[in-house]
């Protein structure tokens, strides 16, 4: 799968492109595999290519928002 199959890695001009390309690598993610939890470090960025992410956030009643 190409890099350029995510539209904002697509929109980079190549020179941007080129010193980001080196530290991009495409991994599979299984559906309903939690990417990051509630104050986690944040180590990696995830650019989908085909694929639809949900943020699911509790509130203080541990009512549960999502947002696609």
């Not at 995510?6 to 929109?11: K, P, R, Y």
């Not at 495409?26 to 639809?52: M, R």
């Not at 992410?53 to 541990?62: F, I």
Request: aromatic share 4%.
């Amino acid at each position: 799968m190409p890099l350029t199959d995510n539209i904002l890695i697509a929109s980079l001009r190549q020179a941007d492109l080129s010193l980001l390309a080196p530290h991009l690598k495409v991994v599979e993610v299984k559906q309903h595999q939690i990417l990051f939890e509630a104050g986690d470090p944040l180590e990696a960025v995830y650019f989908p290519s085909n694929a639809v992410v949900s943020l699911v956030m509790l509130d203080s009643v541990c009512s549960a928002t999502r947002s696609n």
